[in-house]
């Protein structure tokens, strides 16, 4: 079992940045790909991006490829989400994942609770 707890959201100006973390406890973070996807008003979740184990390689959707930056601290079991130049279409519930290292970049087992991203025009 892994615990994932996200926060760093909030109401921004689009144009604007923000930084999500997600903590994660109980079995070996280290060990786990993680994943950050988002859930506007009335749409599906949607993956956003995603970050093997050891950082290695990372993937996006291409919708904030050059804006958003996925990272982790393996020593401090906390995923990252640097989200740059914000628009109003980024406004939803980010929500942080983790999924086995040997399953797909959208395949994942277990979910945080999610924080609310807003972004003003």
């Known amino acids: 079992q892994v615990q994932l707890v996200e926060s760093g959201g909030g109401l921004v100006q689009a144009g604007g940045s923000l930084r999500l973390s997600c903590a994660a406890s109980?079995?070996?973070?280290?060990?786990?790909?993680m994943g950050w996807f988002r859930q506007a008003p009335g749409k599906e979740r949607d993956f956003v991006a995603a970050?093997?184990?050891?950082?290695?390689?990372?993937y996006y959707a291409d919708s904030v490829k050059g804006r958003f930056t996925i990272s982790r601290d393996n020593v401090k079991n906390t995923l990252y989400l640097q989200m740059n130049s914000l628009e109003s279409v980024d406004t939803a519930v980010y929500y942080c994942?983790?999924?086995?290292?040997?399953?797909?970049?959208?395949?994942?087992?277990?979910w945080g609770q999610g924080t609310q991203v807003t972004v003003s025009s």
């Open positions: 994942a983790a999924g086995s290292a040997y399953s797909s970049w959208t395949q994942y087992d277990y």
């Open positions: 109980g079995r070996t973070f280290s060990s786990y790909k």
């Open positions: 970050i093997k184990w050891n950082s290695y390689s990372t």
